[in-house]
């Protein structure tokens, strides 16, 4: 099957280098440009004469607005799913860097250097995200067949921990994600679970495209 994980484009916040998280806000719906680059997105999907037979979003706006201007020609029905949410980044949420300094110097200090978000109240955990990235692999193997090609909106936090759980890494890897961006991934379905020299066969399991913007090329 072919799994592709895809970025919403640009925010207000992304421009103006404010904390965006599991929270709807102004601040984190798509500009102008988010939103041409999620329809350069759509006709390169045209140009390329690609349909996917199943679609997925996150419930917040900017994903689910890409969604719809760059597959809405699909008609097909999407599915919306908590599992591909972004990050609760808690009482950050909203925020320059500059601001969670001035507001909150003591969970600013703690956070800094160790990215660790138990400092940061209200924000969701790293084993919370990482559960909902397993989620997100286990609706892939168990709902679908290698025939299928799916495609999912979502966010720029929840992609890394999707990504490091496909890779089995046990580490979160930092990934600068562009807006709109596509991760593809080939995958064996009735070979994912295998103990045999068969794992080692990277036929069945492939990286067709990591952080890729060719719509915007």
Request: with cysteine; hydrophobic share 35%.
């Amino acid at each position: 099957m072919r799994l592709i994980l895809i970025r919403h484009g640009e925010t207000h916040a992304n421009l103006t280098m404010r904390w965006s998280g599991a929270k709807d806000l102004d601040i984190t719906d798509l500009t102008e440009n988010g939103k041409n680059q999620a329809k350069k997105l759509g006709r390169w999907f045209r140009n390329k004469g690609f349909k996917p037979t199943h679609a997925y979003h996150s419930p917040q706006r900017r994903a689910k607005n890409t969604a719809q201007l760059a597959g809405g020609h699909w008609n097909l029905e999407m599915i919306e799913t908590d599992y591909l949410k972004e990050t609760g980044a808690g009482i950050f949420e909203g925020l320059t860097w500059e601001e969670i300094e001035d507001k909150y110097p003591k969970e600013a200090d703690l956070f800094r250097d160790s990215r660790d978000w138990s400092h940061i109240p209200e924000a969701e955990s790293e084993q919370e995200r990482r559960n909902r990235a397993e989620k997100v692999l286990s609706v892939v193997l168990e709902n679908h067949s290698n025939e299928d090609v799916v495609v999912m909106f979502c966010h720029a936090g929840i992609i890394q921990h999707i990504v490091s759980v496909i890779l089995q890494s046990p580490k979160l890897w930092g990934i600068g994600i562009q807006n709109t961006a596509l991760f593809e991934f080939s995958i064996d379905i009735n070979n994912w679970h295998t103990k045999t020299r068969t794992r080692f066969n990277p036929t069945l399991w492939r990286i067709v495209r990591f952080n890729s913007n060719p719509h915007l090329d």
